[in-house]
């Protein structure tokens, strides 16, 4: 009896941590080899993406990324860039080639993490969950979700959607972050 009553809070708690966890709760190494909590980014709206240096859609979608950085973020709003080497093997530098690329040709200002898995067992945990909680897996560069203040996944895109064409919610969520705080003034 006394085992069965373990492994039913074993389940329960386990449940329960299910339940708590979010994107923001995650821990991941940036493109200078540092951990970095995503913590820090709760409270605004983030848009996850996983890019490549060399792809089609790179300039376009770079191009994109960072005016949406510069016209909502830091404060409210953040392109959060994962590089991934998965998709026609399109980002085959070093985390510091990559970072030094994409801020002397694009300018890039947005937060940008160290080389990951996006898909496949290897996957990167915090693309599992992405995977997860939008049931939208990535199956090529510049995968782009949506993240709430909150931590929990709005939607997912994969490369043929612009960026663009997410700007609309995007400033949607932002505005609402704004008039939340003017009405907690």
Request: overall charge neutral; proline content about 4%.
């Amino acid at each position: 009896m006394q085992i069965s009553v373990l492994a039913f809070l074993l389940l329960l708690f386990s449940q329960n941590d299910a339940k708590q966890k979010d994107f923001y709760t995650f821990k991941v190494v940036n493109s200078r080899g540092k951990l970095v909590s995503l913590e820090k980014y709760r409270g605004s709206v983030s848009l996850v993406v996983n890019v490549a240096s060399d792809c089609g859609f790179t300039e376009n979608h770079y191009t994109e990324l960072q005016q949406l950085q510069r016209d909502f973020g830091p404060s409210h709003f953040n392109v959060l860039a994962f590089p991934c080497n998965q998709f026609g093997q399109q980002e085959p530098g070093s985390d510091k080639d990559i970072d030094a690329f994409v801020r002397r040709v694009y300018g890039v200002s947005f937060p940008l993490f160290s080389k990951i898995a996006v898909v496949g067992i290897g996957a990167n945990n915090v693309y599992k969950y992405l995977v997860e909680a939008s049931g939208k897996e990535p199956d090529w560069n510049f995968w782009k979700y949506l993240i709430d203040t909150d931590g929990k996944v709005v939607d997912g895109w994969g490369p043929r959607v612009s960026v663009n064409e997410l700007r609309p919610k995007v400033a949607e969520m932002v505005r609402d972050i704004i008039l939340k705080k003017k009405e907690e003034l």
